[in-house]
């Protein structure tokens, strides 16, 4: 089983919470409902993270040109798009918006998988420039991220933000006109290509009635007039229609409905380095934005300031899922390759399964009741009884790993060992300090109040005696972040390694 990534550190996993909110938001709008958005987004960024780490490490086709990739958030939306393709074909479509099924199997969704020259101008111009340049006109134009926010995570001179977004537009230009002059076309549009490329490039030219004519009744060169008129506003639309297809300007209208509320949170872009003062704002963002996701997952509070870093994952079946229109991308259900945590791997769990009866809160730490603080890093499971009757022996050994902390969030795995072969587990704790995970990879997640549940995925759902299971998860926290204590595997307790 592939590896899936892990945040290393806190720019890393902003980054990482970054794509998840990205790819959850466009995952509500492919779906019927809260319950597929988080399946499909689960699997869609967990495919998108494989295809990004086969491309990083050289194994994937065409891995040697770095720059032909789309950047990070794009790709995984790219992998959205194509999963729920998947759905379509392997029945599952009645989980799908009714429009986004038939824009399916139109002619329109062929266009983003079919042949390279075929495919819309806006992807093409995109992934031919280089992937930081690409980035920065994403994050900038699409996902509305403050300016000088986004110019400081590339490494440059927030003072000079401005310059640097003009450039990047004007490089994006570039390689669209050039991808239109080699696009297969017509006569008359060919007649067109001169003048077009002219009355785009002017913000105060005229565009002749028989041009506009011509660009009312063909879609091609309408997208790539609207690729080459950088004045006017209309840029963010033709990226977001033009990468993503389906749903992309109602993605984009949602992207800009976040920046409003982080502008409106009074959370301007502060420049601290590290970024806390849009990770505070981002979080409040996405808690609001995503409150109808009850049983959804809900991203930890780290904000939209990180720098680039190789997500990854794998090939084989899974990669091998997605249509072959897939561009590296990144998402959930991964984790992020962190040292001194087993590396595991896998295809998240589509659904969060409700608690048992034994791993209601109840069983756990009541919320009003907290035990002696233990130090926050390795610490073992409170030590109790198998099946919670008096002089049982203990039916596994757990041990809890704090991997990474940063403000507002952090990263953990658990590793259980079981001495007797488990047709299926579930492992449950309980935290005292309201602490809520947010994302989870090799099992998937329930909780109720302090109590967590960690339910077996469908590929590591056997253990044979005495085999040991990892699995990790990113959570939020305030104020303080005590290890969590009662320990059960299927409803009995654990004891310390």
Known sequence: MPDLPTPKDAAEAALFSECWDAVLSYADLCTSGSTAANQLAREAFALGIH?????????????????????????????????AAAWETEGQGHKLDPDLRLWLNSDKAWRYTGPPLSRPIALRGLRDMGESDATLLWLAEVEALPL??????????????????????????????????????????????????????????????????????????????????LHGGGLPAALAGGVIGW???????????????????????????????????AHRARLRRH???????????????????????????????????????????????????????????????????????????????????????????TTGTGGGETGGA???????????????????????????????????????????VDQMWDASVAQQGTRVTATAADYNRSVTAGSTVTFGFLASWQDTNTAPSGFTLNGQECTGS
């Open 291 to 381: 409150g109808l996701f009850a049983a959804a997952v809900l991203v930890s509070g780290l904000a939209l300031a990180a720098s680039l870093m190789p997500f990854g994952g794998g090939s084989g079946t899974d990669a091998q899922k997605l249509p072959t229109d897939t561009s590296p991308v990144a998402g959930p259900g991964s984790t992020v390759p962190s040292s001194g945590a087993p590396a595991t791997s896998a295809r998240p769990s589509s659904a969060s399964p409700a608690p048992s009866a034994d791993d209601t809160p109840g069983t756990g730490t009541k919320g009003d009741e907290k035990p002696d603080p233990e130090p926050q890093g390795t610490s073992s499971a």
């Open 148 to 229: 000088r926010s986004v110019v400081r995570r590339q490494g440059l001179d927030p003072d000079a933000s401005v310059e640097e977004l003009n450039a990047v537009r004007g490089l994006f230009r570039d390689r669209c006109h050039r991808n239109h002059l080699d696009t297969p076309m017509s006569a008359e549009c060919r007649s067109y290509v001169r003048l077009l490329d002219a009355v785009t490039r002017s913000p105060g030219a005229d565009t002749p009635d028989d041009l506009s004519r011509h660009l009312a009744t063909c879609v091609e060169c309408a997208e790539a007039a609207a690729c080459l008129r």
């Open 51 to 83: 295809e990004a780490r086969a491309a990083d490490d050289g194994t994937a086709r065409g891995a040697g040109r770095r720059s032909s990739r789309l950047p990070r958030i794009p790709l995984l939306l790219t992998a959205v798009r194509n999963t």
């Open 247 to 281: 749903g992309g300007l109602a993605y984009l209208e949602r992207r800009r409905r976040a920046a409003e509320v982080r502008l409106g949170a009074g959370r301007p872009d502060a420049p601290d380095p590290e970024g806390q003062a849009e990770r505070a704002a």
């Open 394 to 436: 203990a039916v596994c050994e757990v041990r809890y790993d704090l991997v990474n902390q940063w403000p507002d969030g952090f990263q953990a795995s658990v590793t259980f060992t079981s001495p007797t072969a488990l047709d299926s587990w579930r492992v449950a704790w309980s935290f005292t300090d309201g602490q809520h």
